[in-house]
């Protein structure tokens, strides 16, 4: 896929803000990495901030991601349409009122709108590519700070332990909100509120509000195991491990073949 995170430029043609953005972040993150976590370096804030930017990013430039914003919207559009229909529809005169206000608000006319053009049920509701981008790109910057406040742990697996990725690798979980575990920005209010993210097959970044400062520590396989079923709460399509074993790979197996299972259950009913 080409020009994924280009946006139009109102010419024409298309802006690589986003394109240029990525490119530098990615920069920050690699050299963070090199000189600072792979070696065990005390992080400095720079390279802070490059890790930082580097979890928020993986918030809101996921492709999975932007498919659930774009089904999140979409379902918005047409629960829109059915209070529309359902409370301006009930009637003629407050379905009347209603199309006044409108024109009163917009300066244009709705004579001949009618209730059941709402009915979303015979439309085909798309979101635009650029608008699902800008959206989630619009709180990135915020997003990082808050990433940044919180204090951190660095997780060092050793061998033969190694963490595992996803194509939504990032996870949020709290036993406030009934021990979930969650993919949303918005939900890291919560005072015990806990921040996975493998930055590499050997180490992980852990963030929490229970501590200040930045600690580095050796993971038992325990934790490592943990860290990866975190990461696999909420794949779409893709697991990647560097090695055929790792710590949690049996319960990852039995989901999947869950799934697969519910999957043909369903298939074979349609």
Same mark, same amino acid.
């Given at each position: 896929m080409t020009d994924y995170y280009s946006l139009p430029d109102g010419k024409g043609g298309t802006?690589?803000?986003?394109?240029?953005?990525l490119s530098h972040s990615e920069g920050g993150f690699a050299r963070a990495m090199r000189e600072y976590v792979i070696p065990r370096k005390a992080l400095d804030d720079d390279a802070k901030g490059a890790l930082a930017m580097f979890a928020a990013l993986m918030f809101v430039r996921l492709p999975a991601q932007h498919k659930q914003m774009n089904d999140f919207q979409v379902e918005t559009v047409k629960m829109t349409m059915e209070?529309?229909?359902?409370?301006?529809?009930?009637?003629?005169?407050?379905? #009347?009122?209603?199309?006044? #206000?409108? &024109?009163?608000?917009?300066?244009?006319?709705?004579?001949?709108?009618?209730?059941?053009h709402f009915?979303?049920?015979?439309?085909?509701?798309?979101?635009?590519?650029?608008?699902?981008? !800008?959206? !989630?790109?619009?709180?990135? &910057?915020?997003?990082?700070?808050?990433?940044?406040?919180?204090?951190?742990?660095?997780?060092? !697996?050793?061998e033969p332990d190694s963490f595992i990725t996803s194509d939504q690798p990032l996870a949020l979980h709290s036993r406030v909100l009934e021990g979930q575990s969650f993919y949303r920005p918005g939900l890291?209010?919560?005072?015990?509120?806990?921040?996975?993210?493998?930055?590499?097959?050997?180490?992980?970044?852990?963030?929490?509000?229970?501590?200040?400062?930045?600690?580095?520590?050796?993971?038992?396989?325990? =934790?490592? #195991?943990?860290?990866?079923?975190?990461?696999?709460?909420y794949t779409r399509d893709l697991f990647v491990a560097s090695v055929p074993e790792f710590p949690g790979r049996e319960d990852i #197996?039995? =989901?999947?073949?869950? =799934?697969?299972?519910?999957?043909?259950?369903? !298939?074979?009913?349609?």
């Amino acid at each position: 896929m080409t020009d994924y995170y280009s946006l139009p430029d109102g010419k024409g043609g298309t802006d690589l803000v986003l394109e240029k953005a990525l490119s530098h972040s990615e920069g920050g993150f690699a050299r963070a990495m090199r000189e600072y976590v792979i070696p065990r370096k005390a992080l400095d804030d720079d390279a802070k901030g490059a890790l930082a930017m580097f979890a928020a990013l993986m918030f809101v430039r996921l492709p999975a991601q932007h498919k659930q914003m774009n089904d999140f919207q979409v379902e918005t559009v047409k629960m829109t349409m059915e209070m529309m229909r359902g409370v301006y529809g009930k009637d003629e005169e407050t379905w #009347q009122a209603y199309l006044k #206000q409108m &024109e009163e608000k917009t300066g244009q006319s709705f004579s001949g709108l009618r209730p059941e053009h709402f009915d979303p049920d015979k439309f085909e509701i798309t979101i635009p590519h650029e608008r699902t981008l !800008a959206l !989630a790109f619009a709180k990135v &910057e915020k997003l990082a700070d808050v990433i940044m406040n919180m204090g951190w742990k660095l997780y060092y !697996a050793a061998e033969p332990d190694s963490f595992i990725t996803s194509d939504q690798p990032l996870a949020l979980h709290s036993r406030v909100l009934e021990g979930q575990s969650f993919y949303r920005p918005g939900l890291m209010w919560p005072d015990d509120v806990e921040l996975t993210l493998p930055l590499g097959r050997s180490v992980a970044l852990f963030g929490s509000w229970s501590e200040d400062g930045v600690t580095l520590k050796d993971a038992m396989t325990k =934790e490592v #195991q943990t860290f990866n079923l975190r990461s696999a709460t909420y794949t779409r399509d893709l697991f990647v491990a560097s090695v055929p074993e790792f710590p949690g790979r049996e319960d990852i #197996q039995r =989901e999947i073949e869950r =799934e697969l299972a519910a999957a043909r259950g369903e !298939a074979a009913r349609g």
